[in-house]
């Protein structure tokens, strides 16, 4: 399992979260073909690292194959597939990843190039924030981005996240931006 990439987060797996043009929800054996488009397309990994076996369609099965075993376990991977509602097309995915040791988590997202553009970072940031913060009650949420991603970058900082400088992730090849936000400044905390 790409550990560095997808974790483990203790907490309930949500079945369906839905925006007014995305379904969030668990992969299901179905969204392989648009999971391997995503690790096969170098303008859709610019940011992140992938080994050249994960690239392949047999690594990518693999690593997709771990993701859906875990969902039936105590441990599931918080990794969840989005789906663009209209079309029903795989769109990307999202997750997060357990950050017990600084009282969070980590929030990731990744859309495939056809659905970046549209406003869906933002509208699946709005619910997956909402998730985290008002049924897992998570503390603070964590993302990290390239210095060179400014449209994620963007992004979060109209959600209310704040930038706390450069640092490493093992997930980047690169220096990344780490942008936090407290559950107590989440602008739709009641």
Request: glycine share 6%; aromatic share 14%.
């Amino acid at each position: 399992m790409r550990a560095k990439f997808v974790l483990s987060i203790y907490m309930r797996l949500p079945q369906l979260l839905q925006s007014p043009r995305l379904n969030i929800r668990p992969h299901r054996l179905e969204d392989f073909d648009g999971f391997f488009t995503f690790l096969s397309n170098p303008e859709a990994t610019r940011y992140i690292t992938f080994s050249s076996e994960e690239r392949t369609r047999e690594g990518s099965l693999a690593f997709f194959e771990e993701i859906l075993a875990t969902y039936d376990t105590e441990r599931p991977v918080f990794g969840l597939a989005i789906e663009e509602k209209e079309s029903g097309a795989y769109a990307g995915f999202c997750g997060l990843v357990n950050m017990a040791e600084e009282q969070g988590a980590e929030v990731y997202y990744v859309l495939l190039p056809d659905f970046r553009r549209k406003g869906y970072a933002k509208e699946l940031a709005d619910i997956l924030f909402d998730y985290a913060f008002d049924k897992l009650q998570v503390s603070r949420l964590t993302c990290f981005f390239p210095k060179e991603n400014a449209a994620a970058q963007r992004t979060v900082e109209q959600l209310g996240m704040s930038d706390e400088g450069l640092t490493q992730h093992d997930a980047y090849p690169t220096e990344v931006h780490r942008y936090t936000l407290w559950r107590k400044n989440w602008r739709k905390q009641d």
